[in-house]
Nanobody
Framework: QVQLVESGGGLVQAGGSLRLSCAFS????????MAWFRQAPGKEREFVAA????????YYAESVKGRFTISRDNAENTVYLQMNSLKSEDTAVYYC???????????????WGRGTQVIVSS
């Protein structure tokens, strides 16, 4: 059974940076497409970024392009989300997701983590 555990969330001032990590276990990490989603209070969960197994194909939501970078380390079974130039509207719970067959920007992932809170103060 695949398990995902996020870490790295916290409180940061607007304009600052955070790096989220997601540790993957219970499967062959290199065969999974990995993604980050987020959910702000009172809003639906939304796509943030995704990365294919090869790490050469990446997808980003328009709202984070140029500020966030998704990456993966197949040797360490970990996916990262580097978040720069953070804004108050980036405040949300961030979730890691994994699937072997999925439309990367959809919510159709098979496995989800429990989330890590990011709060950006203005």
């Amino acid at each position: 059974q695949v398990q995902l555990v996020e870490s790295g969330g916290g409180l940061v001032q607007a304009g600052g940076s955070l790096r989220l990590s997601c540790a993957f276990s219970g499967g062959t990490f290199s065969t999974y497409t990995m993604a980050w989603f987020r959910q702000a209070p009172g809003k639906e969960r939304e796509f943030v970024a995704a990365i294919r197994w090869s790490a050469e194909i990446r997808y980003y939501a328009e709202s984070v392009k140029g500020r966030f970078t998704i990456s993966r380390d197949n040797a360490e079974n970990t996916v990262y989300l580097q978040m720069n130039s953070l804004k108050s509207e980036d405040t949300a719970v961030y979730y890691c997701a994994a699937a072997q067959i999925v439309i990367p920007t959809s919510k159709g992932y098979d496995y989800w983590g429990r989330g890590t809170q990011v709060i950006v103060s203005s």
